[in-house]
């Protein structure tokens, strides 16, 4: 049996690797005419600085762990349909089923291989594609001048004691640091207490806020004669907070993107601070649920070595596998849209393509393979 699977594993392995491969030269072909319109135009703030065509490469270059981790599944299950549609083509799985693997010793061969595919796409989406897409966003703000979102930048919360602070982060530069922060206290009674405004600044190791060129106004509404406010200007001014620089990464950038610790620490931060974190908690569970789907395609697969093809008819099946592809691809996008608008549990809309998936390569297996 362990020359029988090496044998799959080898040829599913690299079938994949060739569709993997093939998937990204495509994306990164028209990623690079996406970005074609910003080459030759000068950075923000620096005209010498010009976006060439090597940072254009670069910066599609970076953007292709994201790719692959979204395309691992897909690659998987197309890569085992044309394998084991060409195995059973040329009789080749017949020969081996003669040879000891029976049904079941085939469903758990491809679900250990399915787990080679989930490690694969949980390091590259949890480890490799955030940091590389961090810096591509890093790079490309070096000519845009920043990162942010929206016209209003990024906005948190965060209680401490019985003051709560909102929070408002402009933009990141491209060194990564804080720009245009101005932060808000109101008492339990929603009275505001003071406010910041700094240029810019950085988040320390102990999550120490350090920022400069500070303006604070202060409201004492102690004093003798009404409330007075009182005006401060600071160089440089220190701020403790529980707010890291992951959390704010996660409010500027694309949270699909983030790792799955840090999108988990950021929803912890919005419940414990009264915000939804709903939208958070989906794509917390998604990041959890989405490498597990490539054990889905792989059993989805099977099925296709206890079909009886005609000559060439394998060509078919293969282009089946990659509707099916496709449409998981889409229906774990819908779902979780409408999850965040219909307001389901956030684990429901994250698993729901999944079992849906899950169901029919076990309905198909029952049915073709046990029963036939």
């Known amino acids: 049996m362990r020359t029988i699977r ?16 093939g998937f990204l030269s495509l994306f990164f072909f028209f990623d690079v005419v996406d970005e074609l319109s910003s080459v030759g135009k000068p950075a923000v703030g620096n005209p010498e600085l010009v976006y060439g065509l ?27 349909v044309a394998v084991l549609a060409r195995l059973a083509q040329g009789s080749e799985y017949t020969i081996l089923r003669t040879s000891g693997l029976g049904p079941w010793r085939a469903l758990f061969t491809m679900l250990g291989l399915g787990m080679m595919f989930v490690v694969a796409t949980f390091v590259v989406g949890d480890y490799v594609a955030p940091a590389s897409d961090r ?11 920043r990162i942010s979102v929206g016209n209003t930048g990024a906005w948190l919360k965060e209680r401490q004691g019985e003051v709560n602070y909102f929070v408002n982060v402009g933009q990141l530069n491209a060194r990564g640091e804080l720009v245009d922060v101005r932060i808000f ?13 700094a240029k810019q600044g950085r988040i320390e190791a102990d999550s120490k806020w350090v920022m400069e060129d500070v303006r604070r106004r ?66 917390f569970w ?26 060439g008819g394998t060509t078919g099946y293969v282009f089946g596998g990659v509707m099916i592809g496709i449409s998981f691809f889409l229906l774990n996008n819908v779902f979780g849209y409408i999850g965040n608008l219909s307001q ?7 698993a729901s393509p999944a079992l849906i998936y899950s169901v029919l390569s076990l309905g198909a297996f029952g049915w073709l393979v046990l029963r036939r």
């Not at 953007?63 to 691992?72: C, D, G, T």
């Not at 990041?287 to 070595?305: D, E, G, H, I, R």
């Open 185 to 197: 206290a109101f008492d339990d009674r929603g009275a505001i207490q003071s406010t910041l405004q």
């Open 135 to 145: 810096a591509a966003q890093l790079l490309k703000a070096e000519f845009k001048g």
């Open 218 to 283: 202060i409201l004492d509404v102690s004093a003798k004669g009404g409330a007075q406010v009182h005006y401060r200007r600071h160089r440089t001014y220190e701020w403790p907070s529980s707010i890291t620089s992951e959390m704010v990464s996660v409010a500027l950038l694309k949270p699909e993107r983030m790792r799955t610790t840090d999108l988990y620490s950021y929803a912890q931060h919005l419940e414990a601070n009264g915000q939804s974190a709903l939208r958070y908690e989906i794509e």
């Open 344 to 350: 389901w549990q956030p684990w429901v809309a994250a």
């Open 54 to 80: 090597q940072h254009a490469l670069l910066y599609v270059a970076l953007q292709m762990p994201n790719r692959m981790y979204e395309l691992l599944p897909i690659a998987a299950l197309i890569g085992s």
């Open 286 to 311: 998604r990041k959890l649920f989405y490498p597990l789907s490539c054990l889905v395609m792989v059993v989805l697969a099977l099925p296709f070595a206890y079909l009886h093809f005609r000559s």
């Open 6 to 21: 090496r044998l799959i594993y080898r040829e599913i392995l690299v079938a994949s690797g060739f569709v993997l491969v």
